[in-house]
């Protein structure tokens, strides 16, 4: 995905969900990592970041 310099990582889940409606949901609920790490929504994108958007889940 293409973003535009000093993307964060919340600029990246809304443009997800933008690119793919079908994924309902909030951005904001969604966990993400960062090259294998979890981070905050604010967390700003460097380029060659891989990004990981883990949704919600919940059950046992």
């Known amino acids: 995905m293409s973003l535009s310099d ?7 889940a809304r443009e997800l969900l933008r690119l793919h409606p079908s994924i309902a949901g909030d951005a ?3 966990m993400i990592a960062v090259n ?25």
């Open 6 to 12: 000093g993307a964060s990582v919340s600029d990246a």
């Open 28 to 30: 904001a609920r969604l």
């Open 36 to 60: 294998e790490e979890y981070q905050e929504h604010d967390y700003p994108l460097s380029d060659n970041d891989e990004v990981a958007f883990i949704p919600p889940v919940s059950g046992g």
